[in-house]
């Protein structure tokens, strides 16, 4: 892959019920980097989709008296939707019942069993149809007289059944060498360290095929069972990619994945199963795996289940999809869980978009239309509170592609708003209504100064806000195609004179 390609995904969500705001917080983050890439000129590809297979969706369509195809075909059409209300900007929806994604499985399949990983035995043990997880004897606890697995809460069930087998614990070793050399390929650096001990303290053979239901990709050499879910949903990010071609330029383009988002609960798979399974097949691994933490409402992770959600939806109906995306990437501390209400959205709104980005957009456009016709000349020089400015800027935006390169977006929401203050500040300072009549040059450098900022927060924004930003950098007249972050290395965003066109209010106060 060309170091200046961009293949990042989303986790294919499971379409076991209607989207949640901890599905809408996987998404936004991972769009939020694909369009940070591509505005610094990467060539990108972003995937999201669905999960169809499993027992956990036989079970959900069994419960809506549906043939499972038909249900998937419903629920997955929720969650394109959920796409565009969300503004995701991806290139592909994939869906595990597709065709292209069969082809690619068995062939995965195919391998594996050439490799010598897979045998035929007896799985005997604790399965979680809502996590289609296995879990170990010592990770299951009772609560209220019910087995749950003590790591993610949910029920589970005793299974005995015919299986085949993928030959994990020959991996092991393999595992760690690779975590090893690659120091980066699990992030947060906390979440790294529990799997390198997970993976330290011995791994079993992992059961690969079920038995007792069919909705599922048979297993090719024997129609009894199907393949356990998480190995065919992994294999969705290669048959995105066309994989088993692999002379197809997607493939070419993207493979090895820059990086899978997901979230804390799936860490195991992406982060051993999957490694391992590639080793296996003969495939290179990932780059990275990001996890992210829980949304919480209170102090539960927000879940259909436990019917503590915050519909997306609703909240993009009343507050915007751009105050939604701001907020759920400001808000959130990207390595673990965060709480978020009704009450900290507004508080956010008013804060951040409105009195901040939105009150600098709004008086330098509406200053520079009621005093200079919407026009601003050449900068004649600059002050020392200019070059403070400017300075101060370099220096925020010095480490911004780094951050984003290690999914600290936290940091970088932080340096891009605190640039925002500095304009703000700087405008108090600098008081172009006073300059008008006393030095009317001055005044000039000071809006092209702050225009200038403006446009550079703006592009710096707009994998969070995209539409709102898109509005300030239409009436500042930048050409799409010079939206990018070429800023970063120096050059300047506008030319020597700056005809800018009216903005109307962008961020509206919540009370
Ligand atoms: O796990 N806060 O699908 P899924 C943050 N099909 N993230 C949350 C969350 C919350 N409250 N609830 C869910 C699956 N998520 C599999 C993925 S990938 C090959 C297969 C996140 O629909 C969760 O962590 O249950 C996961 O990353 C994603 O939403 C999809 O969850």
Redesign the pocket.
């Known amino acids: 892959m060309n170091r200046n390609n961009f293949y990042i ?8 019920g209607n ?5 809408a ?3 936004i983050f991972a769009d939020v980097f694909a369009r940070f890439k591509r505005n610094d000129n990467y060539k990108v590809h972003f995937l999201t989709g ?2 169809e297979h499993g027992l956990k969706i036989q079970k959900a369509a069994e419960k809506n008296s549906s043939d499972p195809q038909k249900y998937c075909d419903e629920i997955s059409e929720i969650f394109k939707d959920l796409t565009i209300k969300l503004n995701l900007s991806n290139d592909d929806f994939i869906r595990t019942t597709e065709k292209r994604h069969h082809a690619c499985v068995n062939d995965i399949w195919n391998r594996l069993v050439k490799s010598g990983d897979i045998y035929l035995s007896k799985y005997k043990g604790w399965y979680s149809v809502s ?2 997880a296995y879990y170990n004897s010592d990770e299951i606890i009772e609560k209220n007289g019910k087995k749950i697995s003590s790591f993610s809460g949910s029920s589970v069930e005793w299974v005995e059944e015919d299986s085949f087998f993928f030959k994990l614990s020959a991996w092991e070793k393999k595992l760690l060498e690779f975590y090893d050399k690659n120091k980066k390929f699990i992030l947060p650096i906390s979440r790294r360290n529990e799997v390198v001990n997970f993976v330290k303290s011995g791994l079993k053979d992992l059961s690969v095929s079920r038995t007792s239901f069919t909705w599922g990709i048979k297993v090719p050499t024997d129609d009894k069972h199907v393949i356990y ?2 190995l065919d ?5 290669l048959s995105a990619l066309n994989f088993p071609n692999t002379n197809d330029n997607l493939y070419k383009d993207f493979w090895p994945a820059s990086v ?7 860490l195991r ?2 982060a051993i199963y ?1 490694p391992a399974f590639l080793m296996a097949a003969k495939i290179q691994p990932p780059h990275r795996v990001f ?7 209170g102090e539960e ?3 259909k289940s436990k019917g503590n959600i915050l519909n997306p939806l609703e909240v993009i109906k009343t507050y915007g999809i751009d105050e939604l995306r701001y907020y759920l990437m400001k808000e ?1 501390s990207h390595g673990s ?1 965060g709480s978020i209400s009704l009450k900290s959205l507004e508080n956010c709104i008013n804060s951040d978009l409105a009195n901040n980005y939105g009150n600098l957009c709004q008086r330098v456009f509406s200053f520079v239309k009621n005093n200079c016709k919407n026009r601003v000349g050449k900068i004649t020089n600059l002050s020392s509170s200019d070059k403070d400015l400017i300075e101060k800027t370099k220096v925020l935006t010095k480490n911004l592609r780094e951050e984003m390169d290690n999914q600290n977006l936290n940091n970088y929401i932080k340096s891009v708003i605190n640039i925002s203050f500095l304009t703000n500040k700087y405008i108090n300072d600098e008081e172009p209504w006073k300059l008008k009549k006393i030095n009317p040059e001055k005044m000039n450098n000071v809006l092209h100064i702050a225009l200038e900022q403006i446009g550079k927060i703006s592009i710096l924004l707009n994998p969070l806000i995209p539409k709102k930003s898109s509005l300030v950098l239409d009436s500042l007249n930048i050409d799409p195609k010079l939206r990018n972050l070429s800023f970063l290395d120096g050059k300047n965003l506008l030319g020597d004179k700056v005809e800018i066109k009216d903005l109307n209010i962008l961020f509206k106060k919540v009370s």
């Open positions: 995904t989303t986790p294919i969500y499971y379409p076991s989207p949640h705001m901890g599905h917080y996987s998404s669905t999960d996590d289609e879910v998480w949903a992994l294999t969705n990010y899978h988002i997901i979230g804390k609960d799936i798979f992406h999957w996890s992210h933490g829980w949304i919480l409402s992770k927000m879940s959130v869980d």
